[in-house]
């Protein structure tokens, strides 16, 4: 996801998958203790190119992210901070870090970083995140509610820029008042302004995505514990990522018992990351 | 059998990962199976107490993280997230037999030790609970498994009487007596 920001050294493999900045950076400094590289041209990129993310979805995203997330992100956000005049929330002590200098600037012509394009032309703003959530949602009729949680921005930024998106006649509105739904008007218009659109198939829910993709990969220190006390702690972080996993279609009930709780532990998260790490679904 | 013990183990193994360890007394009926008193299939795991320092702690509550443990190695293994509890945590109260933990068997398994009651105190626990449940409950096939003598059941009879003394308990307890062939008990 990275590569596709425009970061050097990695194959690129979310070509059509619309990428969700900010999701992408609390997920990269929460497992920046794994991977040293990634973590230098992460902060490389952000210290370059950090001012088009967005300090409120940073904000949203951080409100409901767990602990280690949050406690990761605070030294990745005061050292991005430390080298730039940005201040991200969250940051606690900066870390050591010399830039790279090896980023380079995105192209927000990509399909992937459709979210980037809308912010700028619209700026870092609601209106941007809520296009981006209308456009990958094609024809679908969306409530208040559902857009600010698929935007990561506020209900009441969010009501104000579909009102306004819906004035400007880019979306078309239905039901009363309180329960009015959206959905985007002259699709093919609108992908004629703006460009070549990811594949909605290939764009998973990053910021519901990258926090389990991340539980995955944190589980794999378990690999030299005991059997049944691996299989108990994965059981005990099943059960906080199984309403997540339901959601997104990944798994629904529960695993198999005694020797098959491991065999189907791995049989479904090696199926889930093969499809998120390889950006087609 | 089998499966209480791959429990056991896989309690004791997950406890260890987490950095925890535990003593507890057990009794009913996986005490009995571990004891190779008795052979009927249970996977529940009774505690009575935790041993702390030597010192019998009344189970109830059971500490959460043993509990969190428990849980997950029961889903795991299919047997269910309560299959340890302290359900007799109660006998506490009015006291265990005397000379109770002396007499207790233990189990090792690492970073779970169990205190496994003797059979002349899970006489005194199974007749207890045959009388509290009724002539129809498991206690009372348990209690035939473990083929007390008539001097075990007096003994037995006189304990459960300082765990309630009315009347009502004490017929109960005489009519539990004759159906093992003792009835000059004095109550």
Same mark, same amino acid.
Request: net charge negative.
């Given at each position: 996801? #990275?590569?596709?920001?425009?970061?050097?050294?990695?194959?690129?493999?979310? +070509?059509?998958?619309?990428? =969700?900045?900010?999701?992408?950076?609390?997920?990269?400094?929460?497992?920046?203790?794994?991977?040293?590289?990634?973590?230098?041209? %992460?902060?490389?990129?952000?210290?370059?190119?950090?001012?088009? %993310?967005?300090?409120?979805?940073?904000?949203?995203?951080?409100?409901?992210?767990?602990?280690?997330?949050?406690?990761?992100?605070? #030294?990745?956000?005061?050292?991005?901070?430390?080298?730039?005049?940005?201040?991200? !929330?969250?940051?606690?002590?900066?870390?050591?870090?010399?830039?790279?200098?090896?980023?380079? %600037?995105?192209?927000?012509?990509?399909?992937?970083?459709? +979210?980037?394009?809308?912010?700028?032309?619209?700026?870092?703003?609601?209106?941007?995140?809520?296009?981006?959530?209308?456009?990958?949602?094609?024809?679908?009729?969306?409530?208040?509610?559902?857009?600010?949680?698929?935007?990561?921005?506020?209900?009441?930024?969010?009501?104000?820029?579909?009102?306004?998106?819906?004035?400007?006649?880019?979306?078309?509105?239905?039901?009363?008042?309180?329960?009015?739904?959206?959905?985007?008007?002259?699709?093919? +218009?609108?992908?004629? @302004?703006?460009?070549?659109? &990811?594949?909605?198939?290939?764009?998973?829910?990053?910021?519901?995505?990258?926090?389990?993709?991340?539980?995955?990969?944190?589980?794999?220190?378990?690999?030299?514990?005991?059997?049944?006390?691996?299989?108990?702690?994965?059981?005990?972080? #099943?059960?906080?990522?199984?309403?997540?996993?339901?959601?997104?279609?990944?798994?629904?009930?529960?695993?198999?018992?005694?020797? =098959?709780?491991?065999?189907?532990?791995?049989?479904?998260? $090696?199926?889930?990351?093969?499809?998120?790490?390889?950006?087609?679904? | 059998?089998?499966?209480? =013990?791959?429990?056991?183990?896989?309690?004791?193994?997950?406890?260890?990962?987490?950095?925890?360890?535990?003593?507890?007394?057990?009794?009913?009926?996986?005490?009995?199976?571990?004891?190779?008193? /008795?052979?009927?299939?249970?996977?529940?795991?009774? /505690?009575?107490?935790?041993? =702390?320092?030597?010192?019998?702690?009344?189970?109830?509550?059971?500490?959460?993280?043993?509990?969190?443990?428990?849980?997950?190695?029961?889903?795991? $293994?299919? /047997?269910? !997230?309560?299959? $340890?509890?302290?359900?007799?945590?109660?006998?506490?109260?009015?006291? @265990? !037999?005397?000379?109770?933990? +002396?007499?207790?068997?233990?189990?090792?398994?690492?970073?779970?030790?169990?205190?496994?009651?003797?059979? &002349?105190?899970?006489?005194?626990?199974?007749?207890?609970?045959?009388?509290?449940?009724?002539?129809?409950?498991?206690?009372?096939?348990?209690? #035939?498994?473990?083929? &007390?003598? %008539?001097?075990?059941?007096?003994?037995?009879?006189?304990?459960?009487?300082?765990?309630?003394?009315?009347?009502?308990?004490?017929?109960?307890?005489?009519?539990?007596?004759?159906?093992?062939?003792?009835?000059?008990?004095?109550?």
């Amino acid at each position: 996801m #990275w590569a596709e920001l425009g970061v050097s050294g990695w194959d690129r493999h979310h +070509q059509d998958s619309a990428l =969700d900045l900010e999701a992408l950076i609390l997920t990269t400094a929460r497992l920046a203790n794994r991977d040293a590289r990634l973590r230098d041209e %992460a902060l490389d990129w952000c210290v370059a190119h950090g001012r088009i %993310a967005s300090v409120v979805r940073l904000k949203h995203l951080l409100a409901s992210a767990d602990q280690p997330t949050r406690e990761s992100f605070g #030294w990745f956000a005061a050292t991005v901070n430390h080298h730039t005049h940005l201040r991200w !929330p969250g940051a606690t002590s900066s870390q050591r870090f010399t830039p790279t200098g090896r980023s380079s %600037a995105p192209v927000v012509t990509r399909p992937a970083l459709l +979210q980037l394009r809308l912010r700028a032309l619209w700026g870092v703003s609601a209106r941007a995140e809520v296009l981006r959530v209308m456009l990958i949602e094609g024809e679908r009729l969306m409530g208040v509610s559902e857009v600010a949680a698929a935007a990561a921005y506020g209900k009441d930024a969010v009501a104000d820029a579909l009102d306004n998106l819906h004035r400007g006649g880019l979306l078309e509105a239905a039901g009363m008042r309180n329960q009015r739904m959206f959905r985007l008007r002259r699709s093919e +218009q609108a992908t004629a @302004l703006l460009g070549p659109l &990811p594949d909605p198939r290939h764009s998973a829910p990053w910021q519901r995505v990258l926090p389990v993709m991340a539980g995955f990969l944190e589980a794999t220190d378990l690999a030299d514990t005991p059997p049944m006390a691996r299989a108990a702690e994965i059981q005990r972080r #099943w059960r906080g990522w199984q309403p997540e996993l339901a959601r997104l279609g990944v798994a629904t009930g529960h695993l198999g018992t005694g020797a =098959d709780f491991l065999r189907d532990y791995e049989d479904i998260t $090696l199926r889930a990351l093969r499809v998120w790490g390889g950006g087609s679904t | 059998m089998l499966a209480l =013990d791959q429990a056991l183990r896989a309690l004791a193994e997950t406890l260890e990962a987490r950095h925890l360890r535990y003593e507890l007394v057990a009794v009913g009926g996986s005490g009995l199976l571990l004891l190779g008193l /008795i052979s009927r299939a249970t996977r529940d795991l009774d /505690i009575v107490a935790v041993v =702390d320092d030597g010192e019998y702690i009344k189970a109830d509550p059971l500490p959460p993280a043993l509990l969190d443990v428990a849980r997950d190695v029961g889903e795991v $293994l299919g /047997i269910g !997230p309560e299959w $340890l509890n302290a359900a007799p945590a109660a006998l506490l109260d009015f006291g @265990l !037999p005397d000379g109770f933990a +002396q007499r207790t068997e233990i189990r090792d398994f690492g970073a779970l030790v169990l205190h496994l009651a003797s059979r &002349p105190d899970q006489v005194c626990l199974k007749l207890y609970a045959a009388v509290d449940q009724g002539p129809t409950s498991k206690h009372v096939d348990d209690l #035939w498994a473990l083929a &007390p003598t %008539a001097d075990e059941l007096r003994a037995a009879a006189t304990w459960a009487r300082t765990h309630d003394p009315s009347p009502a308990f004490r017929d109960e307890l005489r009519g539990a007596l004759r159906m093992f062939g003792v009835d000059d008990a004095e109550l």
